[in-house]
């Protein structure tokens, strides 16, 4: 391969102009294989060369991605092995991005739990599972995590429970608790803690929603069964819903 003439371009590349074709490569490798000064590559040289040049690749396209938001290794990793680099090339492209302080997965970690902390409801448990799914290790995530503090949690689980009993005045108590209790082990909060909150919430069926309901089934349910036998399906209804009581 005859070399004829180099142009710079920017983000530290140079366009290799040759008889066979244009390429680009990053500025060290120009250096590194004095380039400036040969005029001829053997295409084992070159082969090795391109090789190399495929991690600087993948450097500049991991810096422009981590410009835009920050990432655990671990993410970075399957997005650009997904892109089909070859993973030798990834994992040096990401040990020398490590090594010059870019990629850091406990300041990844740290900003992942207070943007969750900031921006949602997430408990600590869904947090944890998440961080750990993205690769960052069981040491980091501990030494994190009492940033979510208890008084934290429960300002959250407060807030979520008022909320949840606002919007839910049509459902029992019992059928309110269930879902208020279910809803917030989804979001990532520990049983105990949860029900030490409710105990402080005086959830009662309201009587109107109560007789509504009643009322409802009475209609309904007349039109198949009478008597005793139709208070005995009303009330096996009701309890279905959650009500204690139903007349």
């Not at 869904?126 to 979510?148: A, C, S």
């Not at 909150?197 to 959830?203: G, M, V």
């Not at 039109?223 to 139903?246: C, D, N, P, V």
């Amino acid at each position: 391969m005859q070399i004829q003439k180099f142009k710079k371009l920017k983000n530290g590349q140079y366009e290799l102009i040759t008889d066979e074709g244009n390429y680009t490569l990053h500025e060290n490798l120009i250096l590194k294989y004095n380039l400036l000064i040969k005029k001829e590559l053997d295409f084992s040289l070159w082969e090795q060369i391109e090789q190399e040049n495929q991690m600087y690749v993948i450097y500049n396209l991991t810096l422009k991605m981590l410009g835009r938001r920050i990432y655990s290794r671990k993410e970075l990793y399957l997005s650009l092995t997904k892109k089909g680099y070859a993973k030798e090339a990834v994992i040096a492209a990401l040990d020398l991005l490590e090594e010059q302080g870019y990629i850091n997965d406990l300041q990844y970690a740290t900003s992942y739990l207070h943007d969750r902390l900031l921006l949602s409801y997430d408990g600590p448990e869904k947090i944890e599972m998440q961080l750990l799914k993205n690769g960052v290790d069981q040491k980091i995530v501990r030494e994190i995590m009492p940033d979510f503090s208890i008084d934290l949690q429960k300002e959250k689980l407060t807030k979520l429970i008022q909320k949840e009993i606002k919007t839910n005045r049509t459902k029992s108590r019992n059928a309110l608790f269930q879902k208020i209790v279910l809803h917030l082990i989804h979001l990532g909060y520990s049983r105990s803690l949860i029900l030490s909150i409710l105990d402080d919430f005086k959830i009662e069926d309201d009587e109107a929603i109560r007789k509504k309901e009643y009322e409802k089934l009475y209609q309904k349910l007349s039109r198949k069964y009478e008597g005793k036998e139709l208070e005995l399906k009303i009330r096996q209804k009701m309890y279905q819903k959650g009500f204690t009581s139903y007349d």
